[in-house]
């Protein structure tokens, strides 16, 4: 059970980039998720997958004696649904109905922001991932996660603001 749930049901075994396809599909999901008018499986599934990749990712490790294998991705999992969670609740209380194609879509920024963290690795994210064991396996993703969140948030502001009344 930690091995199906710390590759995410075996997407970490796809290649290459096994880190953004799980969340691809996570976002997939997600999309579907919302406009079968499940908005809040999102932040659910956030909690979810933190949990359990809490619980499965130091048994995967232990059991494989790996740092930090590629095939881990439940950390993914988990950032991104807290990063589409910024953009998907709002738009849930507004009442838009398609994620897919309104607000820009909603989920485009949180998707592009969480793989551009996950991989620059700045700051506080950059810390988590130097930490050795299953917390900082977690732990980087998640911080990269709430501030792809922020960085959705603050762009959707900018383009709501800004852009789309300059746009006319």
Same mark, same amino acid.
């Given at each position: 059970?930690?091995?199906?749930?710390?590759?995410?049901?075996?997407?970490?075994?796809?290649?290459?980039?096994?880190?953004?396809?799980?969340?691809?599909?996570?976002?997939?999901?997600?999309?579907?998720?919302?406009?079968?008018?499940?908005?809040?499986?999102?932040?659910?599934?956030?909690? *979810?997958?933190?949990?359990?990749?809490?619980?499965?990712?130091?048994?995967?490790?232990? %059991?494989?004696?790996?740092?930090?294998?590629?095939? *881990?991705?439940?950390?993914? *999992? %988990?950032?991104?649904?807290?990063?589409?969670?910024?953009?998907?609740?709002?738009?849930?209380? @507004?009442?838009?109905?398609?994620?897919?194609?309104? %607000?820009?879509?909603?989920?485009?920024?949180?998707?592009?922001?969480?793989?551009?963290?996950?991989?620059?690795?700045?700051? &506080?994210?950059?810390?988590?991932?130097?930490?050795?064991?299953?917390?900082?396996?977690?732990?980087?993703?998640?911080?990269?996660?709430?501030?792809?969140?922020?960085?959705?948030?603050? &762009?959707?502001?900018?383009? @709501?603001?800004?852009?789309?009344?300059?746009?006319?």
């Amino acid at each position: 059970m930690s091995r199906l749930i710390a590759t995410f049901f075996g997407a970490g075994f796809l290649r290459p980039a096994s880190g953004t396809w799980a969340s691809a599909i996570t976002v997939a999901l997600a999309v579907v998720a919302y406009q079968a008018g499940w908005a809040l499986a999102v932040p659910v599934g956030f909690v *979810v997958a933190t949990l359990t990749g809490f619980w499965a990712v130091p048994l995967y490790l232990r %059991a494989t004696g790996g740092e930090d294998p590629s095939e *881990v991705v439940i950390d993914e *999992v %988990a950032g991104q649904l807290l990063a589409l969670s910024f953009t998907v609740i709002p738009l849930w209380q @507004h009442g838009i109905a398609n994620l897919a194609t309104g %607000a820009w879509p909603g989920w485009l920024g949180p998707f592009l922001l969480f793989r551009l963290f996950d991989i620059w690795k700045p700051w &506080l994210v950059g810390r988590a991932d130097r930490m050795s064991g299953p917390a900082g396996v977690m732990l980087d993703d998640l911080w990269a996660g709430l501030f792809a969140g922020i960085g959705s948030v603050a &762009l959707a502001g900018v383009y @709501h603001g800004v852009v789309e009344p300059w746009l006319g």
